[in-house]
């Protein structure tokens, strides 16, 4: 047994689970109100499912807008799967909490960042909720009857 809380790792399955809870409501249910979703994550995590163009286009990192229009989304307990369009050309997305990087509902002024620590002595990984300060939220667009997903560049943003 170890002699220590490993307060990181229980934080990270916390916050995982919060956003599988919420996405297992509106898989559910659909999106209430003026909620949307910014979900950032890892393009090269090992279990992401994405078409090569978006690996291509976006190494590293993407960010999805869950919002206006988006189909077929599953949850389990180890990820999530949706379809959202990408310039009238649906693709469907297999996204592990795990590669998880943001998760932000600016509707709400809410947001969760997951930060990998590159120390050598620190195997595990912190997690910080972001204060909304830090989260980038782009322009709000008009209300239209779009049908479509945008994905969001944040990096011209980033310190």
């Not at 790792?9 to 297992?24: F, K, P, T, Y």
């Not at 369009?85 to 709400?108: H, Q, R, W």
């Not at 667009?141 to 969001?152: I, M, N, Q, S």
């Amino acid at each position: 047994m170890s002699r220590s809380i490993d307060y990181g790792n229980l934080m990270h399955r916390a916050m995982r689970g919060l956003i599988q809870e919420v996405l297992d409501k509106v898989a559910a249910e659909g999106l209430p109100g003026a909620h949307h979703f910014f979900i950032t994550f890892d393009t090269m995590h090992p279990d992401v499912e994405i078409a090569d163009w978006l690996s291509d286009r976006y190494p590293g990192e993407m960010t999805v807008v869950i919002q206006h229009w988006f189909a077929d989304l599953m949850v389990t307990s180890e990820g999530f799967t949706i379809t959202l369009n990408f310039g009238d050309n649906p693709e469907t997305l297999y996204i592990p909490y795990d590669a998880i990087k943001t998760f932000v509902d600016p509707s709400v002024e809410f947001g969760l960042r997951f930060e990998t620590q590159d120390d050598e002595e620190d195997e595990g990984e912190e997690i910080a909720e972001a204060p909304m300060e830090e989260m980038v939220e782009p322009e709000a667009e008009p209300e239209t009857d779009r049908k479509e997903a945008d994905v969001v560049s944040l990096d011209q943003f980033r310190k």
